[in-house]
T-cell receptor, first 114, second 112 residues
Framework: SQTIHQWPATLVQPVGSPLSLECTVE??????LYWYRQAAGRGLQLLFY??????ISSEVPQNLSASRPQDRQFILSSKKLLLSDSGFYLC?????????????FGPGTRLTVL | SQQGEEDPQALSIQEGENATMNCSYK?????LQWYRQNSGRGLVHLIL?????REKHSGRLRVTLDTSKKSSSLLITASRAADTASYFC????????????FGSGTRLLVRP
């Protein structure tokens, strides 16, 4: 069966520090991968998605970047964090062959920028 | 702006009662999905309804879709305390096989 991992689960970082969040998927090949951010009590904002290694689509211009160095690995990065980068970050995958794009989410990373 | 908007934003009911949540969207869709999120956790896919379907059932869940009104409803029957969570609708984006747009969610509290 497929599983998706995210780490770390929680992170507290000072303003101006770098960021690296990692997401890996097991049990499937060539998944579509997604990074979302969720503000407290709000819906999900799509940040990036990837349909293959090295292919990244950015949805919102911001202080963040994403990379996909391997088929089942998706990384969210920042060179210098801002206070506004605080939030709950969720990674998700969907089957590349699916017509309906049902997405499966990781447990999330709670990021607090101080 | 959000494609899907849920209504109500929050709902509090007694265990055993039914819970109904609504979702409205703005553009044509191929399908609509409902997800559940327990506090501080990731989302879990509940059910998908295609644009040519009007109603779908899964256990205690019943989803309807009215494409003429661009709206959907999620009904949870005989609610349990364990159903306490936030519920989100998500719509696909015509022209993109990859993107979903999520609403802001309905927070459901089921009181024991």
């Amino acid at each position: 069966s497929q599983t998706i991992h995210q780490w770390p689960a929680t992170l507290v970082q000072p303003v101006g520090s770098p960021l690296s969040l990692e997401c890996t998927v097991e049990g499937t090949s060539n998944p579509n991968l997604y990074w979302y951010r969720q503000a407290a009590g709000r819906g999900l904002q799509l940040l990036f998605y990837s349909v293959g290694i090295g292919q990244i689509s950015s949805e919102v211009p911001q202080n963040l970047s994403a990379s996909r160095p391997q088929d089942r690995q998706f990384i969210l990065s920042s060179k210098k964090l801002l206070l506004s980068d605080s939030g709950f970050y969720l990674c998700a995958w969907s089957a590349g062959t699916s017509s309906y794009n049902e997405q499966f989410f990781g447990p999330g990373t709670r990021l607090t920028v101080l | 702006s959000q494609q899907g908007e849920e209504d109500p934003q929050a709902l509090s009911i007694q265990e055993g009662e039914n819970a109904t949540m609504n979702c409205s969207y703005k553009t044509s869709i191929n399908n609509l999905q409902w997800y559940r999120q327990n506090s501080g956790r990731g989302l879990v896919h509940l059910i998908l309804i295609r644009s040519n379907e009007r109603e779908k059932h899964s256990g205690r869940l019943r989803v309807t879709l009215d494409t003429s009104k661009k709206s959907s409803s999620l009904l949870i029957t005989a609610s349990r305390a364990a159903d306490t969570a936030s519920y989100f609708c998500a719509t696909d984006v015509r022209g993109s096989s990859y993107k979903l747009i999520f609403g802001s969610g309905t927070r459901l509290l089921v009181r024991p």
